[in-house]
């Protein structure tokens, strides 16, 4: 029986990642997903042999994907001034590492083409019953063999907002008061993104991260000391999980997984192992939409679905979230705020200095392995001038991403001088692992989330919940609380960003 389980999953998983991986491919293509290179603050590091991105205004063109981002290019003065180094005629991709993984599966056979390898076996699988005394308050892990998969929604599909839970949840989230903005969703699709946005790409007060990289102050982009790396993992647990949970172990790192419900059900196994390993779960949805084409009762089943089934699997609930794509607005913030999800997302310096290592498109061929590692040297000198810490995206989901990470950057970062801290994101903001959870957070330290709304305004003011009206008025919003709450903080972002653009610029 058990082999007929995992077989079943075997057969499913590679439709269900093709699907996952169409999306990232349609968006990370045709949104505005620059990708890394040296700010213009910053100057390759000879002593680490980095000799910078050599890139053609072509290579940027292509890079950045889509012609929004060509046209903040060509309004800058410069391209010279977003480089450290001058354009040369050829992109040539140069890295040199400090450190590698002696095992490390060799450069040339880590492609879209390459066969799959063993997988290593979970170092340890976790019994049910085990309580997590490294967690105060947490309760004992449940039995994934009565996780039964007929009790969620359909896997890698947007779950339907008419059951009871999410009708419960969408109740749950008008009770907070959160004030949720009424924007229309963004247009998805084949043309979707910053090109076909063009209304909501103008629109401030949206504060959309896609399109232009606005973030709110209950975002988390880095870790606030200087050296320490938040590391992350996204889209697990996966088949290849596994090969990076021991390599952690070996070298005694702890990291924070955003996992997909999905994948979830089908590695529940795995995802206890993680938990126990004293790694951060966070959420990133049940289907890995960009969040911000969804309506708020998607967003809300998304959301809600991931929670559910990471607190059966594990008797805790994450208090973290990451927008699949980095894509959030303030909609979808007040909504994972309501749902009691920081967003956490990661470090982004300028348009072309966002902290992604793009190794997710190895799988698929549209970028090289050689690439990504020179995305990360790229992040390596953006680290260098930074008086705070970091976070930077990475994925779990296939081998080639679990190849670069154990083969080369984990090592190339454990050798890097001066040292870096890396350890899970709630651990880099100085707080307990069991700040991490919504039922073992004391709020001594880490006021939960809808804390955290109100403290920044999102809120209206406390008040006893109205009950009772109709369910299509259940996330309609008082349009003064949201121009008072919204309103001060785009007037203090406004400046902000204005200030950012014009340093960016220069
Ligand atoms: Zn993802």
Redesign the pocket.
């Known amino acids: 029986m058990k082999y007929l389980i995992q077989a079943s999953l075997l057969t499913a998983l590679p439709a269900l990642v093709a699907a996952q991986q169409d999306l990232h491919i349609r968006v990370e293509n045709e949104d505005f997903r620059p990708r890394q290179i040296f700010s213009s603050v910053t100057t390759p590091s000879s002593t680490k042999g980095l000799t910078g991105v050599i890139s053609t205004p072509a290579a940027l063109t292509s890079a950045v994907g889509d012609g929004n981002a060509v046209s903040s290019l060509s309004r800058s003065s410069s391209h010279t001034t977003l480089t450290a180094e001058p354009l040369a005629t050829t992109p040539v991709p140069t890295f040199h590492l400090q450190s590698t993984n002696p095992t490390a599966v060799p450069l040339a056979s880590i492609n879209a083409a390459q066969p799959s390898l063993a997988t290593k076996p979970l170092d340890s699988t976790v019994v049910a019953g085990t309580v997590p005394t490294f967690l105060p308050g947490a309760p004992a892990i449940p039995n994934v063999a009565l996780l039964k998969p007929s009790n969620y929604p359909a896997l890698d599909k947007i779950p339907p907002i008419d059951s009871p839970e999410v009708q419960r949840w969408i109740q749950e989230v008008k009770d907070t008061g959160i004030a949720v903005p009424e924007f229309t969703p963004t247009n998805p699709g084949y043309l979707g993104g910053c090109l076909n946005n063009s209304a909501s790409v103008g629109e401030d007060s949206r504060c959309w991260w896609t399109c232009g990289g606005c973030t709110r102050p209950t975002d988390i982009s880095d870790c606030p000391t200087a050296l320490d790396w938040g590391l992350t993992y996204?889209?697990g647990p996966s088949f290849y999980t596994s090969n990076l949970l021991a390599y952690l172990d070996q070298e005694n790192l702890k990291s924070t997984f955003f996992v997909v419900g999905s994948r979830v059900i089908s590695f529940p196994a795995i995802l206890q192992t993680e938990y126990m390993s004293q790694h951060q779960i966070g959420v990133?949805t049940w289907s890995?939409p960009p969040l911000t084409t969804l309506t708020n009762e998607q967003i809300i089943a998304e959301l809600g679905w991931t929670k559910k089934v990471i607190k059966d699997v594990l008797g805790v609930t994450p208090n973290m979230m990451r927008p699949?794509?980095g894509d959030i607005d303030d909609r979808v913030r007040a909504i994972s705020l309501a749902m009691g999800l920081i967003p956490v997302m990661w470090t982004r310096i300028s348009p072309l200095a966002t902290f992604d290592t793009d190794d997710f498109n190895v799988h698929s061929g549209a970028t090289s392995v050689e690439q990504v590692l020179q995305n990360w040297g790229n992040i390596l000198s953006n680290v260098a001038s930074r008086s705070s810490g970091f976070i930077v995206l990475e994925?779990d989901l296939f081998e080639q991403t679990v190849e670069v990470a154990t083969g080369y950057i984990l090592p190339d970062a454990l050798a890097h001088k001066p040292r870096f801290t890396i350890q899970p994101v709630i651990s880099c903001l100085k707080k307990k692992m069991s700040d991490a959870y919504i039922e073992t957070n004391d709020n001594s330290t880490n006021p939960p989330a809808l804390s955290a709304a109100v403290n920044a305004g999102l809120t209206k003011e406390t008040k006893a919940p109205t009950p009772k009206k109709s369910s299509s008025d259940l996330l309609l919003l008082d349009q003064r609380a949201i121009l008072m709450s919204l309103g001060t903080l785009a007037m203090g972002f406004g400046v902000g960003g204005l200030a950012f653009l014009r340093f960016s610029l220069v």
Request: aromatic share 14%; net charge negative; proline share 14%.
């Open positions: 996204d889209d990133h890995h699949p794509f994925h």
